[in-house]
DNA sequence: TAGATTGTTAATCGATTAACAATC
DNA sequence: TAGATTGTTAATCGATTAACAATC
């Protein structure tokens, strides 16, 4: 049914990022916008954003560019804005706390609707006007609701076990935030954040500049 | 001098990775380990490991694989662990306090010594014992102490402003949490998050799967 | 109409995978 | 020595960039 062959990861990766600044640019009053102007603000080519915007349809006009508010429009589309995904947080730390805070994923469509955690001390806090749930009853919530995303925020020794429950659940996707890579014999979508392996990405771009800073001297 | 053709950023960014694996292995206590057991685990290709690892130099026996103590150590190495970066952040709500107390940067060598923030209600409150400043103070702060990096959590609007600053101060890296690219004149790396980013793709994979799943039907 | 800029095909570049001689 | 597995070169694959005809 579907001819058109799959958009590769990298180009959906830079969705988000398109959306952002076409945002900007909606804030600013700008109209219109070629791929010239855009790769210029966005610092790759024109080349690339005429290729990745055509995975998905031709959306600008020749002799003109793009229209902003609608490419802005169709973006927000591709990336899936109007559907309504109901979240829930598992572990109520710091971090899953944090995530809880955060306003900005309500109005992208991800709605919060339960945050977890084995913390007796936790369970009856309210973040967001959410009560946090003991996990034990994390089984009938789930088949209660129809829960589309779990976002995991738990201790490492405890991250194998609560995905393979959520996905035996039948939750269809995972944010993970734990330092561990996912292996789940569930066929599930798995989004992984490790913030050390990041961390750690800089401490290497760091020490190979002081290297180089050493050297000139 | 260095005649080495640099890394590129792809196989930087497996390093952690393998140092996860080779960190579980050694707790197994698995003294030894082929590329082709670890492409198993792993899931990426054995050839690839072989490659990348020999970006940094020959680390393997024919015939026999890999010590994976020593490939630990090597790692850790080439990740700069033993470096001591002295580390402050910037913003200390939700996202910067759960950023402060998370334990395990501070082995990897990432040592806290500052969080500043402006919310007077803010200052003065420690977090793992280390007193929340004010902003205003960040200036001299930083001219009495090597900051190597400063870890970026306050809100969309006071980014480039902030940002701007601390690359003048000094500051050689920034840990960006902020939906937002820098770009800035001074001569600073960086390593952005863009959690945002990152669960709108999240979202995308999971509308696609949805959409194929209604097609089988 | 002339100028601008897209959509798309072709060329290039870089990253991944395969193959195999070297060697433990 | 025979078997295993690396380090490394060569082949393949995919992603990025360049070029240009189509067209607004």
Not at 57 to 66: A, C, D, I, R, V
Request: hydrophobic letters at 40%; aromatic letters at 10%; glycine letters at 8%.
């Amino acid at each position: 049914m579907d001819l058109k062959k799959k958009v590769s990861l990298a180009v959906i990766r830079r969705l988000p990022r398109y959306f952002r600044y076409l945002s900007d640019l909606l804030r600013l009053g700008i109209t219109r916008i070629s791929s010239k102007e855009l790769s210029a603000r966005m610092g790759i080519t024109a080349s690339q954003i005429r290729q990745d915007l055509n995975c998905f349809g031709g959306f600008g006009q020749q002799g003109y560019g793009y229209n902003v508010e609608s490419l802005y429009n169709e973006i927000g589309n591709i990336l899936g804005f109007n559907n309504k995904y109901q979240t829930i947080i598992i572990g109520a730390g710091h971090m899953g706390q944090a995530l809880a805070n955060y306003g900005n994923f309500e109005k992208r469509g991800f709605s919060l609707i339960g945050i977890f955690d084995v913390d007796q001390n936790l369970v009856g806090k309210k973040i967001k006007d959410i009560e946090i749930m003991h996990l034990d009853s994390l089984e009938v919530f789930v088949m209660n609701n129809n829960v589309h995303i779990a976002i995991l925020t738990v201790p490492y020794e405890h991250t194998p076990t609560v995905a393979d429950k959520l996905a035996q659940l039948g939750v269809r996707a995972l944010w993970n935030f734990s330092p561990m890579d996912l292996k789940l014999t569930y066929d599930v979508i798995i989004e992984n954040v490790h913030l050390s392996d990041s961390l750690m990405v800089l401490g290497y771009k760091l020490a190979e500049d002081m290297k180089s800073r050493a050297n000139i001297k």
